[in-house]
């Protein structure tokens, strides 16, 4: 087993650290904030009081933090100075391509090993270890990789070169909002039909408008008694964090030159539910702008 040291023990790399504590790993912890800390000595972790003190003497780093500004941070500041010869890197966090993609250089440039390896599942999921893992850089770089992740992770697939990982987790995000809005408007205008929301569900899960934000994320309450529509919208998948990655996907659309009308159609949805209050709501939530029924 190794050592490994990790950064940012939010929502997500809480559980994620804990996980690899579980696999046998000694888990050096840092965090801006000392009740994060905390919580992951409370499962196993030994804490450090620095970015810097948490990479010394490591085998490998995994680090979670909110963007890509963190993220080049971190890595400029304290984890290529201090990290040893030959250690291995791996970002789960979801930040911009190009961010991904300068780390991922410089890494190389150091002789260091790293991967962009962002994450698709929720707050459950990193508790749970099923995470699926989108994994961008060098072959060399994934094979190391691999094991690490799989013990947080039910799925973990090399993606391509440096930034590929990322490239990965917009482009499918931006299909899930793009899908999550078209399933919230086919139910709103069913009902307004006289549809019985159950009876459209029956029909078209059946059908050619099957998708996942239907069938196991359904954005009315019971034809899916898991999703978040039964539980008031609470997250799950806040809009917030829908909207950041419907932003990513906006500029990195830009940058590559690609045609995304919907995508960007999806983008002004959300900006316009996150204004109207929606920001801490699931993003399934929209239905209840789409149907007319959300209140300010
Ligand atoms: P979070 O805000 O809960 O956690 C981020 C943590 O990073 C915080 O504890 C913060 O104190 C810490 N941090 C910030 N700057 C730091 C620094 N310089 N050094 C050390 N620690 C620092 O966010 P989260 O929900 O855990 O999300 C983390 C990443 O995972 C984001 O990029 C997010 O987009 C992505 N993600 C989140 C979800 C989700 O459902 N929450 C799902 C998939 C991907």
């Not at 010394?56 to 500004?69: R, Y």
């Not at 962009?116 to 995470?131: C, F, I, Q």
């Not at 045609?259 to 699931?282: C, H, I, S, V």
């Amino acid at each position: 087993m190794a050592t490994v040291a990790f950064i940012g023990l939010g929502n997500m790399g809480s559980g994620m650290a804990a996980n690899l504590v579980k696999a046998g790993h000694d888990v050096r912890a840092f965090d801006l904030s000392a009740d994060a800390i905390k919580r992951a000595e409370d499962h196993g972790a030994k804490g450090a009081g620095s970015a810097k003190d948490a990479v010394s003497g490591v085998d490998a780093i995994v680090s979670m933090l909110p963007a890509g500004k963190h993220v080049r941070a971190v890595y400029e500041t304290d984890v290529f100075p201090h990290a040893p010869k030959g250690c291995l890197m791996m970002d789960c966090s979801t930040i911009d391509v190009d961010s991904a993609r300068a780390v991922g250089e410089a890494a190389a440039a150091k002789g260091f090993d790293f991967v962009d390896a962002p994450v698709s599942g929720g707050v459950a999921a990193a508790e749970g270890g099923t995470l699926t893992f989108m994994v961008g850089g060098p072959a060399t770089a994934f094979a190391k990789a691999e094991a690490f992740l799989s013990s947080m992770g039910k799925a973990v697939i090399h993606a391509g070169d440096a930034g590929a990982g990322q490239a990965a987790k917009i482009c499918n995000n931006m299909l899930l909002g793009i899908h999550m809005i078209g399933t919230c408007e086919a139910f709103a205008l069913a009902e307004k039909l006289g549809l019985d929301p159950q009876k459209f569900f029956d029909i078209s899960s059946k059908a050619s408008g099957q998708n996942w934000s239907m069938t196991s994320y359904c954005p009315v309450p019971g034809p899916v008694p898991a999703s978040p529509a039964n539980r008031d919208y609470q997250p799950g998948f806040a809009t917030a964090m829908m909207l950041k990655d419907l932003k990513l996907a906006m500029d990195a659309a830009q940058t590559a030159g690609a045609t995304t009308p919907m995508g960007a159609q999806a983008e002004a949805l959300y900006a316009m539910f996150d204004n109207m209050g929606g920001r801490a709501k699931d993003f399934s939530g929209i239905y209840k702008l789409l149907d007319g029924s959300w209140k300010t």
